[in-house]
């Protein structure tokens, strides 16, 4: 039987024509039936739901308890299993392109964490954490994140922040580079992936999932970029689960979808994977793709 992933459900959110309300653009919700079909006809202006949220306040929003109010799903994600959730807004110049929903579920078996870092608009050398899930890792690992700031350039949230692009850690035990890897160790993490994210409050944030190793944060994850031609896109770096370190250039259901991604600049979905670009100098310049079954 193939072991659940972290992250169970990605959809995403465009605005309509007049960019009065965000509404379904697409998304892969796995075993999750009930949940996707109360998802479809919703809507949702400035301010609404966690979607809105994101896009009134112009950065990232972790959510560890969906029984919040904020969120309008509640009843169904929590029988589904879900039990946090993560909007990501993208802006192009200022504007909004799309706001991604991730989703993510564990328990006793299947454990994992999420934690959201800042940087200003204030000035500071520091990256410090805004908000985290940290489920079934325990409060030990929770309490080391909080009290830990990281410089540019330092550990798995000061290396996205230095290099403005997605980083995949494979392996955080001793020699990694990762500050906390002792905690994460004895909590069963042992794998971790930060991406930047953009905002539009003048300070930067980078999120982070940290996975157990019985719960993958994703069956695959990896980042495409453009290969210099009008059209066409190479893969960067990939990493599955159990294969490993992905070489070569890549499935071409997947390349087809990050080149529709990199052109539009808005997010593309398959039955399974979701491709999110990424445009930190107003451009697309990364595409980050993930593969949930």
């Not at 009065?20 to 796995?30: K, R």
């Not at 802006?91 to 934690?115: M, P, S, T, Y």
Request: glycine share 14%; hydrophobic share 40%; with cysteine.
């Amino acid at each position: 039987m193939a072991r659940k992933t972290f992250i169970r459900v990605a959809e995403f959110w465009l605005p309509n024509l007049d960019g009065s309300l965000l509404e379904f653009g697409g998304g892969v919700f796995g075993d999750c039936k009930h949940f996707e079909a109360a998802t479809r006809s919703l809507r949702f202006g400035r301010g609404e739901g966690l979607p809105g949220t994101a896009w009134d306040k112009g950065h990232p929003i972790v959510l560890g308890d969906l029984a919040d109010p904020l969120f309008r799903r509640s009843a169904i994600a929590q029988a589904e299993g879900l039990s946090c959730g993560i909007a990501l807004p993208l802006f192009q110049h200022g504007a909004l392109r799309a706001v991604v929903l991730l989703f993510c579920g564990d328990d006793e078996d299947h454990a994992g964490a999420i934690e959201l870092w800042r940087n200003g608009p204030e000035p500071s050398p520091d990256l410090t954490l805004v908000d985290g899930y940290y489920g079934s890792t325990g409060d030990t690992f929770a309490f080391i994140s909080r009290a830990t700031a990281f410089r540019r350039g330092t550990g798995l949230p000061g290396r996205v922040w230095a290099e403005g692009e997605p980083v995949f850690m494979g392996d955080l035990g001793k020699g990694s580079g990762f500050l906390r890897a002792d905690g994460a160790v004895k909590v069963g993490i042992n794998r971790g992936f930060a991406l930047p994210c953009p905002s539009t409050d003048g300070a930067d944030y980078v999120i982070a999932f940290l996975s157990a190793l019985a719960t993958p944060i994703a069956r695959a994850v990896s980042a495409w970029e453009s290969d210099g031609t009008a059209t066409g896109v190479r893969r960067r770096f990939g990493f599955a689960e159990p294969e490993g370190r992905l070489e070569g250039p890549g499935p071409q259901d997947e390349a087809l979808l990050a080149a529709q991604a990199l052109q539009s600049g808005r997010p593309a979905t398959s039955t399974s994977v979701v491709a999110m670009p990424f445009m930190p100098y107003g451009m697309p310049t990364t595409i980050l793709m993930l593969r949930l079954d």
